[in-house]
C-alpha cells in the first residue's frame, strides 16, 4: 500500500524534462535526457544549445540534448502541443500548491539539511534551505510532496538521496519563488516553480524541471526518470 498524498497529475508537461514559459539557457555543455519545452516564448529563448531544426520544422536538436526541443515559434502542431504543456504545468503546481492536511508545518524552520523525510506532505511558510545531505526514504509507491512559500536553495555539493527504492516521479518540490541548485549538487524529483530554476555548475538533477518562468543550466545534467 503506498504512504504519502495522492500523486499530482502533469498532464501534457509530462512529456517533457524540462519546460519553461519564458526561455531555457545552457552554459555548454549541459547533458539533458528528454525533449525540452518552451512556450509561450520562441526559439530565440532557447540560448546556448545551438539547435539544428528539423525538415519539418517541428522541432530541433542539440549536441547537449538527447531528445527533441520545441518552441512555440515551430512549425504545427508543436504550438498547440506547447499551449497544453504550459496549461499543465500551471494546473500541477495550482494541485500541488493546493493540497491540505500536511504531516509537518514548517519543519526545523526550513533549514532542513541532515534530515530524513517519510513519505508525506511537507509544508514551509517560507524558504526552504538545504545546506548539508538530505534522504528521503520510502518505496517505490511512496509520495512526497514538499510545499514552499519562499525560494528554495541548495548548498554545493548537497545531495537529496533516495532509499528503500523511492522514485524521482513520486517526489514533488512545489515552490512559489525560485530555485537555485548549487554547484555539482545532486537533487531528486520534479520541480514546479513558479518562478526561475537555476542550476549551478556541475549541478545533477534526475526528475523535471516545470517553471513558469526561465530555466537556467550551467554545465548540468538533467535526466528524466519515469
Do not use: C, E, H
Not at 136 to 156: C, M
Not at 169 to 176: L, P, S, Y
Not at 189 to 203: E, M, Q, W
Amino acid at each position: 500500500v503506498a504512504i504519502g498524498p495522492p500523486p499530482v497529475f502533469l498532464g501534457q508537461a509530462g512529456s517533457y524534462v524540462i519546460f519553461a514559459k519564458s526561455g531555457v539557457s545552457t552554459v555548454p555543455s549541459s547533458a539533458i535526457t528528454g525533449d525540452v519545452g518552451l512556450s509561450p516564448a520562441a526559439s530565440a529563448a532557447l540560448t546556448g544549445f545551438s539547435l539544428a531544426s528539423n525538415p519539418a520544422g517541428t522541432s530541433a536538436s542539440s549536441t547537449q540534448v538527447v531528445g527533441s526541443l520545441f518552441a512555440a515559434d515551430f512549425t504545427s502542431p508543436t504550438p498547440s502541443l506547447l499551449i497544453a504543456g504550459a496549461n499543465s504545468v500551471t494546473t500541477a503546481f495550482n494541485d500541488a500548491a493546493g493540497r491540505s492536511n500536511p504531516t509537518s508545518i514548517n519543519l526545523a524552520s526550513g533549514g532542513i539539511g541532515g534530515l530524513t523525510f517519510a513519505p508525506g506532505l511537507y509544508k514551509w511558510t517560507s524558504g526552504v534551505s538545504i545546506l548539508s545531505s538530505i534522504t528521503l526514504n520510502g518505496t517505490a509507491s511512496d509520495t512526497w510532496i514538499f510545499q514552499i512559500s519562499g525560494t528554495l536553495i541548495t548548498a554545493s555539493g548537497v545531495q537529496v538521496t533516495l532509499a528503500g527504492g523511492a522514485l524521482p516521479k513520486n517526489i514533488v518540490w512545489v515552490v512559489n519563488d525560485a530555485v537555485t541548485l548549487g554547484s555539482t549538487s545532486v537533487f531528486n524529483g520534479v520541480i514546479l516553480a513558479a518562478t526561475s530554476v537555476t542550476l549551478a555548475t556541475g549541478a545533477t538533477l534526475k526528475g523535471r524541471i516545470l517553471a513558469q518562468t526561465a530555466v537556467a543550466l550551467q554545465m548540468a545534467v538533467v535526466t528524466v526518470n519515469l
